[in-house]
């Protein structure tokens, strides 16, 4: 007989839909793993083109903030050295194409993309000598060359170059275009270059698979609309603790995700004349852009300043953990030696009474015999099971239910032991050693390598 085939039926259809879905997404996951360089690529031309092409939206978002740098410094911060030239010039390409969209003038295009490409890596020269060494923002001594670098190094060496260029060739002041550069790329790295670096060093599947965790999302999403999108009340501070809360709850990847989230609406609504920054004009040849920065980069100076703190007390969790480790340790070891030195003190003691009899209790019931504890002196040690054949004058073996050493057969021999004595006609008892059994021995030698008594069992007088 032929062996019968399952064939795909109707009530089969949604398990074999099952099978292809996982297949498909193995095969996609190994794919991507694969192809893992080229998808970092992707995901970095795509960002830096969406940063370039919303500033570029609005002529006067280049006064407020230059983020796409930041984003660029954050890949090359984070990625080999051997593959910086994939990712410069994958994000040339992105700043390229995305201002060419907006700005017709291409040879002010590959300019300013020039210029940003020398930015970016001089400021990655600078803080990641060789590839071994990553940003650490939550090490003051680290933040501090990165703010002297990337925010003021940097931007001045290469707004420098743009403003004398642009005094050639427009007669510009120096001056002014020097200090909107400085202002825009430098606060645009300190603010976008952490924040992006603590998002792709986070896998953001777990939090973002749960559903507990949305509410704050949504949250932050509503106070940042209702903040930036009127005049009448200043509700921006409003933004500091739910974004210290998203921290504590949801990790500094979803904080700085949230924080340039907040950074994107307000300066939408800036550019709109809205929001609370719009009413700002105390430096009127820069405009309020400047109070937006700083107000972007005190969120992300507040997160990671609560980040540090949390950071030290887990530094501080974990040494507690290993003093309270070692502690136990050394505990141990002196528990150990007091007991070694017990025994070798009880061993000398007894080594002089060797001989005398003593009323003993059975404590403990192995297999290889029983501890007992005399009486009169307090004294431990063992009581073999040779020593208990001998009593017994039969073999003795281990009965593991009761935990009981017995004989397997009594003869007329020796006794000494609970329950070894009969009457004429009786029923023989069973010979045993029980737990919590009083018995009379005799001390008979010192085991000098475990320092230990070991007892015989006293013959009746």
Not at 377 to 401: K, Q, S, Y
Request: charged residues 20%; glycine residues 8%; positive net charge.
């Amino acid at each position: 007989m032929r062996p019968a085939v399952l064939r795909p039926t109707v009530m089969h259809a949604p398990v074999l839909r099952l099978i292809d879905s996982h297949a498909t997404k193995g095969s996609l996951a190994r794919a991507l793993r694969r192809h893992s360089l080229a998808v970092r690529l992707l995901g970095c031309f795509l960002g830096i083109a969406v940063t370039t092409g919303f500033v570029r939206t609005v002529p006067e978002a280049n006064r407020l903030v230059w983020v796409s740098n930041g984003v660029w410094l954050a890949y090359l911060l984070l990625a080999p050295r051997s593959r910086w030239v994939y990712y410069l010039a994958a994000c040339a390409a992105a700043q390229f194409a995305a201002g060419l969209l907006f700005d017709s003038h291409w040879q002010a295009t590959i300019l300013l993309t020039c210029l940003n490409l020398g930015e970016v890596l001089l400021g990655a020269l600078l803080l990641r000598k060789r590839s071994s060494v990553l940003p650490r923002f939550t090490d003051p001594a680290y933040l501090a060359r990165f703010l002297a670098i990337a925010v003021v190094i940097s931007p001045s060496i290469f707004g420098a170059l743009y403003a004398a260029i642009s005094h050639s060739s427009r007669h510009t002041s120096f001056g002014l275009i020097l200090v909107q550069w400085v202002l825009a790329d430098g606060l645009g790295m300190g603010i976008t270059a952490p924040a992006c670096v603590a998002i792709l060093r986070t896998s953001l599947k777990e939090n973002l698979a749960s559903l507990r965790f949305w509410p704050y999302v949504a949250l932050l999403g509503v106070v940042s609309a209702i903040a930036f999108a009127q005049n009448a009340a200043p509700l921006s501070f409003v933004v500091y603790p739910l974004l210290v809360l998203i921290l504590l709850r949801m990790g500094l990847a979803w904080a700085a995700l949230g924080t340039l989230y907040t950074a994107g609406v307000s300066t939408w609504f800036l550019m709109h004349g809205r929001g609370p920054f719009a009413q700002l004009h105390f430096i009127p040849a820069l405009g309020p852009g400047i109070a937006l920065q700083l107000f972007v980069a005190s969120v992300m100076f507040i997160l990671y300043s609560v980040t540090v703190v949390l950071e030290s007390r887990q530094d501080a969790e974990k040494q507690l953990e290993e003093i309270a480790s070692e502690t136990s340790e050394a505990e141990r070891r002196a528990n150990g030696a007091e007991r070694e030195l017990m025994d070798w003190k009880t061993a000398q003691f007894m080594e002089a009474h060797l001989g005398e009899e003593y009323d003993a209790l059975i404590i403990s019931v192995q297999k290889f015999g029983c501890f007992v504890e005399l009486f009169e002196v307090f004294v431990e040690g063992l009581l073999p099971i040779n020593a208990l054949e001998d009593a017994a004058g039969t073999r003795v073996v281990f009965r593991e239910r009761d935990h009981a050493i017995v004989a397997l057969s009594v003869g007329e021999g020796r006794r000494g032991a609970p329950g070894s004595r009969r009457g004429r006609g009786a029923k023989p008892k069973e010979l045993a050693w029980h737990h919590g059994d009083r018995v009379r021995v005799r001390a008979e030698r010192i085991d000098p390598m475990r320092r230990r008594v070991e007892f015989a069992i006293a013959e009746p007088a």
